[in-house]
């Protein structure tokens, strides 16, 4: 019997370190001044970069986030990252856009001096009753119409200030990024900055689900490239012009962002709770369970592969699922990313996981990028990839299901090494698709993380 006992104990603890939530550790923000950029107001000459570990590190790694994606995505991995292999710091970077965001009341909910519905109120509530005031004035479209032009070659000058404000004091850096920011890492490494090849800044790639060679899609001529162009144009039917929609509201890009942060911070401060999400009408049905749902349950039921949009692989984990009963439902964890990691990644307050106003010639751009050659896209979009030839530094990939159907990120790798002088025996192609989706490498719990285990060794390797 005692024997019995003592394994039913053992099985759960190893079942609660499984689910566990990874033990984040604070980072430091700061902002770095960054060049120009074309017809863009001085103040937004700035990016944001958290810090991980320790100041005195000799080698740093710099992610950068993906579609839609924002610093806040590496609230788990960077220090995670930082523990596991000594002397690295973790630079987690956000893109120009972070600065137009107004994330002062959800700062206010996560620090408990107002409640999170007057958070969800004064972001969303005000849409559908307006006796609430105040309450966010959203950005209007016209008056950015100069993000269009915030594309790959913006994005490669200001991730090269970063780097070589992290090379300071001899300091060795890595970079990598998840998504379309592995596609940025595996660019840089071959873009020409005024003759000086990206690679030479850089000791290795880190790309997480992302990368160029056919990972994603691709665009090659100059007629798909102006089609592209055109749709980032603010019009009447058009509104959201150089910003991304993916929920597909018209008018209503940033909503993306409030969504998803909005369910993660009531997720987290009031996990048990009836979802105000539940009854809004602006929330596109397909995010509604059919019965009434805790805010974790709501937030699961969104996000995970299983009942989120098959169309939105692109922000899916693999969490678990709603229980069977309850009034209302709570989320049960049961795969590799528990809900809390999920919550705490995007509802983090001023470091989210989740741009508001994202920049769509970013994806314009990384499409033409794909193929890595002076294509007549990549001409008239002015990509500079000329060194890809040259780059001689080491390379690791890692796939999910996202891409996994057509292999897209481990054929991108190889790829990349066979045009490339990656060393021998220093490409390193991760598979994880069967066991993971999009986001789980940022948010699984470390003893289910499988990009977290096998970066660990490539990263010690590089000295």
């Known amino acids: 019997m005692r024997s019995q006992l003592l394994r039913a104990s053992l099985l759960a603890i190893l079942a609660a370190a499984l689910t566990a939530p990874a033990a984040g550790a604070a980072g430091t923000t700061v902002s770095i001044p960054v060049g120009p950029a074309p017809g863009t107001p001085a103040k937004y000459n700035k990016v944001f970069v958290t810090k991980y570990g320790p100041a005195s590190a000799k080698r740093v790694l710099v992610l950068v986030p993906g579609t839609i994606g924002g ?29 137009l ?12 001096t107002i409640p999170v519905q007057q958070a969800f109120d004064y972001y969303l509530g005000w849409i559908a009753n307006a006796a609430i005031t105040p309450h966010y004035q959203p950005l209007a479209a016209k008056d950015y119409a100069f993000m269009k032009d915030w594309g790959m070659k913006v994005n490669m000058e200001d991730i090269r200030r970063v780097i070589l404000n992290a090379k300071r004091g001899g300091r060795k850096v890595i970079l ?45 001529t100059a ?7 055109a749709k980032l144009q603010v019009t009447a039917t058009q509104p959201d012009g150089p910003w991304a929609n993916l929920l597909q509201l018209p008018g209503f890009a940033w909503t993306t962002g409030a969504f998803a942060e909005l369910g993660a911070l ?48 692109l922000i899916q984990v693999r969490a678990g699922q709603l229980a069977d009963s309850g009034d209302p439902r709570p989320w049960q964890n049961g795969e590799v990313t528990p809900i809390q990691n999920l919550a705490t990644g995007f509802g983090g307050g001023k470091v989210d996981g989740v741009d508001w106003y994202y920049p769509s010639r970013l994806n314009v751009d990384t499409d033409a990028a794909s193929p890595m050659t002076a294509t007549p896209a990549a ?35 190889k790829a990349f090494a066979r045009k490339s002088k990656v060393p021998k025996g220093r490409l390193t192609i991760v598979d994880g698709k069967a066991t993971t989706s999009h986001l789980d490498p940022l948010f699984a719990a470390p003893a289910t993380n499988q990009f977290l285990k096998t970066v660990v060794p490539f990263l010690k390797q590089i000295r």
């Open 71 to 99: 610093a806040g995505d590496f609230t788990l991995l960077g220090p995670e990252i930082a523990a596991r292999v000594p002397g690295t710091q973790v630079w987690a970077m956000d893109r120009r856009e972070q600065a």
């Open 101 to 112: 965001e107004d994330s002062s009341r959800m700062q206010q909910a996560l620090d408990g």
């Open 176 to 220: 990598g990024g998840h998504s379309l920011g592995a596609s940025f890492a595996a660019g840089y490494a071959a873009w020409d900055f005024n003759g000086s090849p990206g690679y030479k800044d850089i000791a290795g790639i880190v790309a997480i689900d992302g990368g160029l060679l056919g990972s994603f899609n691709s665009i090659s």
């Open 223 to 229: 007629t798909q490239a102006k089609t592209a162009l």
């Open 266 to 313: 009531a997720a987290l401060k009031a996990p048990s709770e009836r979802s105000a999400f539940q009854d809004f009408a602006l929330l596109p049905a397909q995010f509604k369970p059919p019965f009434p749902a805790t805010n974790e349950g709501l937030l699961g039921y969104a996000f995970d592969a299983t009942t989120s949009p098959k169309a939105l692989s």
């Open 379 to 413: 001409k008239l979009l002015g990509l500079r990839l000329k060194w890809l030839s040259k780059v001689d530094i080491p390379y690791y990939a890692f796939q999910t299901s996202l891409t996994g159907s057509r292999n897209g990120v481990v054929n991108g790798a």
